[in-house]
């Protein structure tokens, strides 16, 4: 078991039976309900329970599942069911998913009766490697994400690889963009191992493919933990946890509202390339874009909707004094260069990702 400290609480990476019933044991709450979507309940809920020794069936809230649920109207969902179940501020809210539970869900609790506590149980790779880290909470709004929200950290993380064998293999997919995002950020020894010849993401990653999920999971979560504790407000160092999202959650709120939408982790595999031809060598570049695009279909770009593109990442909670920002790694770990990119770069950036994609 490994266990990081990313501010006043824990997370701690192992299998549940040893981590969270004895965790539990030391706590007194008045009730604990269990925040679910209709898959985590399906296939989540009877391991997390079996691991446990719970049975919090009959205490579920259960929402559909998707970013487009990430909603305010879902929250006032959730916290009617809070309502109806009676929780009071003594209360423990599970969030047993992936990206969007965790958001939410902390959200909701955070601010129910002014806050009651709340865990997390990420079951996506996306979650145990990122969203379930550093206190962010919140919800999309008008079609811009993460508009609305607090940060507020959580009584704990349980990362418990077991869920990983529930994934789909694109939602497998999507949590690795998060990983090379870490690697690049600050873990050479990461970027190596996932970069080398007999590397192979899939359910049963092993020592065979170079890396266990073990190994994988570690690796990444003691970046995130690491900026997360050096600056748990974003003032500073945590822009550079954003690498990637200024032109992914642009991309994926726009294509939330198509035929085929993408997955976060797709959107910000499209967003390190961009953000790394606005700022940095074409060698560095030629590495990065082969990387992803090796576990990443290509998604064209609709050009003719740049002006909307634009538009969406000038809402970007990031921007400062009307400019878009965009926080890149620097060369050495942990370092980084914030980019204010005029419009016409970040047109190229997407025409140069266009260019990867097969040749019609």
């Given at each position: ?226 900026v997360v504790k050096e600056d748990p407000y974003e003032k500073g160092l945590r822009a550079l946890l954003n690498f990637g999202h200024t032109v992914g959650h642009t991309l994926e709120s ?55 593109l634009l538009e969406l990442m000038r809402h970007d909670k990031k921007n400062a004094s009307g400019k878009v920002r965009m926080a890149i790694p620097g060369r050495k770990p942990f370092s ?19 260019t990867l994609g097969p040749s019609l």
């Open positions: 078991m490994y266990v990081f400290h990313p501010g006043d609480y824990f997370v701690q990476l192992g299998d549940l039976r040893a981590t969270f019933p004895a965790w539990l044991k030391k706590r007194i709450h008045a009730q604990i309900a269990v925040l679910a979507d209709e898959h985590t309940l399906q296939y989540c809920l009877p391991v997390f329970e079996e691991k446990t020794g719970l049975r919090l069936g009959e205490n579920a809230i259960v929402i559909p599942a998707g970013e487009q649920h990430k909603s305010l109207s879902m929250c006032t969902f959730v916290w009617n069911a809070m309502l109806e179940a009676g929780l009071d501020r003594k209360a423990l809210l599970i969030n047993l998913g992936g990206g969007v539970i965790g958001d939410m869900g902390g959200f909701c609790a955070a601010t129910w009766k002014r806050g009651i506590d709340f865990v997390q149980v990420p079951t996506t790779l996306l979650g145990m490697t990122d969203a379930s880290i550093g206190g962010k909470l919140g919800i999309d709004f008008q079609g811009v994400k993460n508009t609305i929200g607090v940060f507020c950290e959580p009584a704990g993380v349980f990362v418990d690889p077991v869920f990983l064998d529930t994934l789909p293999e694109r939602e497998l997919r999507s949590g690795f963009a998060e990983v090379i995002k870490h690697a690049l950020i600050g873990d050479p020894a990461l970027w190596k191992a996932i970069n080398a010849k007999n590397f192979k993401l899939g359910k049963r990653l092993n020592a065979q493919d170079g890396l266990s999920y073990m190994d994988l999971l570690r690796a990444s979560i003691e970046v995130k933990a690491r726009y294509f939330l509202e198509t035929t085929e939408p993408l997955t976060h982790g797709e959107a910000v595999a499209i967003g390190i390339i961009c953000e790394t031809c606005i700022g940095a060598g074409k060698k560095h570049l030629d590495k990065v874009a082969e990387l992803i695009l090796k576990h990443f279909p290509h998604r064209p770009i609709p050009m003719h909707a740049a002006d909307v980084m260069k914030i980019l204010e990119p005029r419009d016409g770069e970040i047109r190229r950036s997407l025409e140069y990702y266009n």
